[in-house]
């Protein structure tokens, strides 16, 4: 019986643009998806967003919208990012939908059907002001181990200590800075240390393939109560207020975002099915038919940090969910992606933009084939080294690849009119062909990415040799050598389509452009065409240039700071400044920002260093207010600064804000400063 995929990325949260880490998986994910289908698999890609939970509700609230005004607007830019870098899903959808709704109620229904669902009080932190309970990270106070200040709810960035919030010292909330009150509230529990849940993931973990086995070992550890995320039950319910699913028979609660968001998996493929875009895909099947069809696969593509939730609290839900749910069979996990081997950090030039890449007018293939050049079935992390991008990608897509079909169809084109023949015969030619074809698919199979791109090269490098070694352009010169130049040309052109068939997941715009342009043919190659030996071509067309490496410098650099406009003639005191709208007013950040360090610029007249701390991050900022403060008097004290301003670079280094200053006739400058009660990362408005 052949098999049916229903393949997934993890689901991004949708309150920001894509970032790389999430086009790496993509890229991951879409590479074997377009594997699969090569060989004449059926496979349904699907996608959505996480668009539940407290910060999206918050952020909609800052911005003055909805939440669903919010998550819209995110989901408009979506298409751009997956279409400029090919990654084909076939429906893309979001958490907050009506099937997502159904879907997690009735999940949620068999489970405490199942008794594995129960309620029982809380003690939790109560912003005051603001009328809700705090999850860990909107609470901030003293460490009790270390006493640093401006902690986190449930570790200490400083000395690593991990806790709960009711331990620390003088908490406040990061929302309002007001204090917290111990509240009580009925809270919903999935009963993941039930000792049928524990058996039923040690079967699961136990079949090869469902997870990779440092994977399986890590859940293993968890399962046995080892490690912070020893096994314990599941808190799956949230107060109101809340963006979330209601809890049915609970008013007031919502699902916790982690229940309903794997459930959006669910939920975009019964709204792909009831699109009418799975019957366009050749499936006959109803969703429910499909999810517990013996040939469906279901397989999903995540990172690392979200194991904890797709290894156990996943596959237990559906599995005592009961039919039509069923458990992965398999969930592939990868690493992170650095940049020259530092964790991403797009002011400090560390990070990449995906849509400054499009902008710039970098080859999405680029890429595409540089990520698979790098990714292993393992849990590892992919470093970006610009260096060995630039020598990667013209050494192997151009120097190799490209080369062959660029030197030999000329020739074959001016010579033979683009009719191929091949006087020594094809036999060997196939046998060889079906050799390197076996060999690269086994590597894709086993999501050795990489493995398959060495052995592709390592093929690309012997035609390039033999193409060499026959000196086609000296047979060219000598009409008695007709025979031996076709059959060197044809030679290297049937290794060519092999070659584009073989680079076809990762390379699908140049692959079907070689189909077409190449190869007169009206559809896309199939690895079926590897073994075919080509019999015409058109006239040859340019298929990819060498990557730039200012293009890559542009691409690390952290925006440029816009110029300023011409000065405008001087403004009279009666004269006011131009009125400004509301809506531009706010695309300004304004933060709260605690100077945590201050100190001189050597060679700078006028400027301080300073070191902001916005509760979250830390900045650095250049501050032409040396003439006025004393560097020591400035650290502990609070400021005001503009947060979405495009980092400066400086001759003395990277400025990434302002912080706001008055100054006139009477003097200054001097530093804005917020009242009693505000905290690091407020925004002003």
């Known amino acids: 019986m052949s098999e049916t995929f229903f393949v997934t990325t993890a689901l991004p949260y949708a309150n920001g643009p894509f970032h790389i880490g999430h086009i790496m998986e993509y890229i991951q994910a879409d590479i074997w998806v377009r594997f699969e289908r090569l060989q004449g698999k059926r496979v349904h890609f699907v996608g959505a967003d996480d668009a539940h939970g407290a910060p999206i509700m918050l952020k909609a609230e800052a911005e003055h919208i909805t939440p669903e005004q919010l998550v819209a607007r995110i989901g408009a830019g979506r298409a751009r990012y997956l279409e400029g870098f090919h990654i084909g899903f076939d429906h893309w959808h979001s958490t907050h939908s009506p099937e997502n709704t159904a879907l997690s109620q009735d999940i949620y229904r068999r489970l405490k059907a ?11 932190f109560f912003d005051p002001v603001k009328g809700m309970f705090l999850a860990d990270r909107y609470i901030k106070g003293e460490c009790p181990k270390c006493h640093a200040k401006d902690q986190y709810g449930d570790a200490c960035e400083v000395c690593g200590s991990v806790y709960a919030p009711t331990e620390l010292i003088a908490p406040y909330s990061a929302l309002t800075g007001a204090k917290p009150v111990l509240k009580s509230s009925e809270h919903f529990f999935f009963r993941l240390s039930d000792a049928r849940c524990v058996a039923f993931l040690h079967e699961w973990l136990a079949v090869a393939g469902h997870v990779q086995p440092q994977v399986a070992n890590k859940a293993r550890e968890w399962l046995a109560g080892k490690g912070e995320q020893a096994l314990g039950d599941w808190d799956i319910s949230r107060d109101a207020p809340y963006f979330g699913i209601p809890i049915p028979d609970a008013p007031g609660k919502f699902f916790y975002v982690w229940l309903d968001a794997p459930i959006g998996y669910l939920a975009a493929l019964k709204s792909y099915f009831e699109s009418g875009k799975a019957r366009a895909n050749g499936e006959l099947r109803s969703f429910e038919d499909f999810l517990t069809a013996p040939d469906t696969r279901q397989v999903h593509f995540i990172g690392k940090d979200i194991i904890y939730f797709h290894t156990l609290f996943w596959p237990a839900m559906l599995h005592f969910a009961g039919a039509p749910y069923r458990t992965p069979d398999n969930v592939h996990v990868h690493g992170f992606i650095t940049v020259s081997g530092a964790k991403m950090s797009k002011s400090r030039g560390t990070g990449i933009s995906p849509l400054r890449y499009l902008e710039l007018g970098m080859n999405p293939e680029w890429l595409r084939y540089y990520i698979a050049a790098k990714l292993n079935a393992n849990v590892e992390d992919l470093d970006f080294n610009p260096a060995d991008f630039l020598a990667r990608v013209n050494s192997d897509l151009i120097g190799k690849y490209v080369n062959i079909a660029s030197r ?54 012997r035609v390039n040799q033999e193409f060499d070694a026959r000196q086609p352009w000296v047979l060219a010169k000598d009409p008695a050598q007709r025979e031996a130049l076709q059959d060197s040309c044809a030679r290297a052109l049937y290794s060519f389509k092999t070659l584009t068939c073989l680079l076809a997941p990762v390379l699908p715009a140049v692959a079907e452009r070689v189909a077409r342009e190449l190869f007169g043919l009206d559809r896309a190659l199939t690895f079926a065409d590897a073994l075919e030996p080509p019999r015409r071509i058109e006239p040859y067309q340019h298929l990819m240039t060498r990557v730039d ?29 131009a009125t400004l709208s509301l809506d531009a007013f706010k695309q300004v950040d304004l933060r709260v920002a605690r100077i945590a360090a201050a100190e001189a610029v050597a060679g700078a007249d006028k400027l301080l260093k300073l070191t902001l701390d916005l509760g979250t991050e830390t900045r650095t900022v250049f501050a032409g207010i040396k003439a006025a403060y004393d560097p020591a008097t400035l650290v502990g004290r609070l400021t005001v600064m503009v947060a979405n301003l495009a980092p400066r670079k400086m001759k003395f280094g990277l400025s990434e804000g302002m912080v706001l200053a008055a100054s006139g006739p009477q003097g200054g400058p001097f530093l804005l400063s917020p009242d009693a009660g505000a905290v690091p990362g407020m925004r002003i408005s």
């Open 549 to 577: 490496p200012k293009q890559l410098d542009a691409l690390l650099e952290p925006p440029a700071e816009p110029k300023p406009p011409a000065a405008a003639p001087a403004q009279s005191a009666a004269e006011a400044p």
């Open 408 to 461: 030999a169809a000329p020739f074959i084109s001016r010579h033979f009119g683009g009719a191929i023949d091949y006087p020594g015969g094809t036999e060997a030619l196939t046998q060889r062909a079906r050799e390197v074809l076996e060999q690269v698919r086994a590597s894709y199979d086993a999501r050795e990415f990489g493995r398959a791109m060495r052995e592709i090269m390592a093929f690309a490098d």
């Open 114 to 124: 199942a008794g594995l669902v129960y309620s029982k009080p809380i003690e939790q």
